[in-house]
């Protein structure tokens, strides 16, 4: 397990926070990064509303889990985007099929979710006074979104940037690594107590199924959120 407290930045950042792997994956890697941490989470009336509960009850195990670190983590904030989430209508809002539209996207992706999610954090942040934002976007295991990708967030980090008078960073720890190499992230932040709480308390399916255990969760085990998950896990575990 990894621990790098003596590389300890005196920075505070906000992490977009879900409560699924790559949130939790990216919370765990803020605190040991940065001097003081807060998170945020978004109600936007997504079908796989339980991530919300999910989210606490991550929260809570990481400072269990990190607990030389539990004094870093601060409030955490959770921002109503119900509103948006009635206009940008898809499977993730709406009972509907998951598939692929005409442009080649499937149905899940949510039209400017992570360009919403992050002007509302740019802007907690800066009341705040947090200085770096940090999320799990991904552009090498994904679902293809075209929000996630690093062009997307670095021309969004200058528009906020100058919008907001200060610079606005955007780290994506997860940018480049696969779905496996994100759970050897994990083990490698947090060791088995971290990968244990991952596989518990996080929740990435899209469906918002948690009836069902697998060896790398819960979830529906057919939808692409959990394809993923179950991929990467089990190319992780081959590789130990």
């Known amino acids: ?36 941490v807060e998170t945020v989470g978004f109600d936007y009336g997504q079908r796989h509303a339980v991530e919300m509960q999910a989210r606490i009850a991550v929260r809570e195990g990481m400072t269990e889990v990190l607990p030389f670190l539990a004094d ?5 904030h959770v921002v109503d985007l ?16 998951i598939e692929m539209d005409a442009r080649g996207l499937p149905t899940t992706f949510v039209p400017g ?13 800066d009341r705040r006074g947090l200085e770096v934002l940090v999320g799990g976007m991904c552009e090498t295991d994904y679902s293809g979104y075209p929000d996630c990708r690093r062009q997307t967030l670095d021309a969004l980090s200058t528009a906020l940037s100058l919008g907001l008078d200060k610079p606005v960073p955007i780290e994506t720890p997860l940018m480049w690594l696969t779905k496996a190499q994100t ?8 060791g088995p107590e971290l990968i244990e709480l991952i596989l518990e308390d996080s929740h990435t399916c899209y469906l918002g199924e948690r009836s069902q ?28």
């Open 1 to 36: 397990m990894s621990d790098t407290r003596n590389d300890l930045l005196p920075v505070s950042a906000l992490v977009l926070f879900s409560g699924g792997q790559d949130s939790a994956t990216c919370l765990a890697w803020a605190l040991n990064r940065f001097a003081r």
């Open 72 to 76: 870093r983590l601060g409030p955490d």
């Open 82 to 97: 119900t509103g948006y989430g009635r206009i940008s209508e898809s499977a993730l809002t709406t009972d509907r099929a």
């Open 113 to 125: 979710r992570n360009l919403i999610f992050l002007t509302a954090a740019a802007a907690l942040a």
């Open 183 to 190: 759970w050897a992230l994990a083990d490698d932040l947090g």
């Open 213 to 240: 255990r697998h060896a790398w969760g819960y979830g529906c085990g057919h939808c692409p959120a959990c394809e993923l998950r179950a991929q990467g896990y089990d190319a992780w575990r081959a590789g130990q």
